[in-house]
């Protein structure tokens, strides 16, 4: 199974949340399926309607960025570290 870790800041939206989770999956678009199973409405954070990875959101398999956002069907193995991280923007001065 792949070990998913999230950042403290999805913790604020769902304090259930560990600091990683093992889940199935073959896949980005599976592993978040399987997550979404696990804490009901958390896929609807991560993605929209389309399936389409939000832009706050950013997700790596090991230390790389997965490239394909609009699909979510980069390859993930059961040895696979994948890191969920909300993107923070900062505001003006």
């Known amino acids: 199974m792949a070990k998913v870790k999230f950042t403290n800041l999805l913790r604020r939206f769902y304090p259930n949340l560990k ?5 199935q999956g073959q896949s980005v678009v599976e592993v978040v399926e399987a997550l979404n199973q696990q804490h009901p409405g958390l896929k609807d954070y991560l993605v929209d309607e389309r399936g389409k990875l939000r832009q706050h959101v950013n997700i790596f398999i090991g230390e790389e960025l997965i490239k394909d956002k609009e699909t ?5 193995r059961d040895t696979d570290e994948i890191f969920i991280l909300q993107a923070i923007s900062g505001g003006g001065f």
Request: without cysteine.
């Open 19 to 23: 600091d990683h989770l093992e889940v």
């Open 72 to 76: 979510l069907q980069d390859v993930v």
